[in-house]
């Protein structure tokens, strides 16, 4: 099912500037609804009288302030937890520490699980997303997950003093990403096979040194496997080696 022209082109009426706070109430009970029902369901399983009903507002509010069903998930899916240059800036500063690097980039990851259901289900519905595409996610790769990406690797140039990225260092950055992904996809694989470990938020603090340690190791063995590639077939001193 595709919806990409509809959905990319919905238009979000700009609602009268001077609103009650019963009217911001409702635009708000909607967007909690949308991002509620969408990440559960999906888009197309999710009807706008569900929407309404679990919003506790008339139905005809989904087109005054978004316009449609479709205007109302662009807005809760593109409503972001932080900006995507914010996210970047965590990590990208050439003087920061490589671990002080990786902490920045984990946080990326692992605030909003600090941050309560709204931010977990914002996430959620990300990952729903690139199941059941409906054209958003490719903006979302294009404008937030590709910066980020490359931020990673620049990053990551410098620290194997590479002037270019090669096939490797694309990995490496895919796999640290892979890190902070999985916190949310298995979460619930791991509250079954290690309980405990997400009991508190102090857990996701001890997850994101768990994830520091890691992502400095596996810098470390592609720095190694570099070095080893650079010696001269017969060792350190070549031919000449006894």
């Given at each position: ?116 259901d709204r931010a977990r289900l914002s996430i959620k519905l990300r990952f729903r997303e690139m199941l059941e595409p409906t ?101 350190p001193l070549g031919a000449n080696a006894s």
């Amino acid at each position: 099912m595709s919806l990409r022209p509809p959905f990319q082109e919905a238009r979000i009426p700009v609602p009268n500037p001077v609103l009650s706070t019963a009217a911001d109430d409702a635009r708000d009970r909607l967007v909690v609804a949308g991002l509620n029902l969408f990440s559960q369901q999906g888009f197309a399983n999710t009807s706008t009288r569900e929407l309404a009903e679990a919003a506790k507002v008339n139905i005809s509010a989904i087109s005054y302030y978004f316009g449609d069903k479709a205007g109302l998930y662009r807005a809760v899916f593109l409503e972001p937890l932080d900006s995507t240059q914010d996210d970047v800036d965590r990590y990208s500063a050439p003087s920061l520490p490589l671990a002080q690097a990786l902490e920045g980039f984990f946080s990326c990851f692992l605030e909003p699980l600090k941050q309560g259901d709204r931010a977990r289900l914002s996430i959620k519905l990300r990952f729903r997303e690139m199941l059941e595409p409906t054209g958003l996610w490719e903006e979302e790769m294009r404008l937030g997950i590709k910066p980020m990406h490359d931020a990673m690797v620049e990053l990551l140039c410098r620290q194997f003093q590479l002037e270019h990225a090669d096939a490797e260092v694309h990995r490496l950055a895919v796999c640290l990403a892979g890190l902070g992904v999985h916190m949310h996809v298995g979460r619930d694989c791991t509250d079954v096979v290690a309980p405990g470990l997400n009991d508190d938020l102090e857990a996701v603090d001890l997850w994101s040194q768990c994830l520091v340690r890691c992502g400095l190791a596996m810098v470390q063995a592609e720095k190694s496997r570099r070095q080893l590639l650079a010696l001269p077939p017969n060792g350190p001193l070549g031919a000449n080696a006894s």
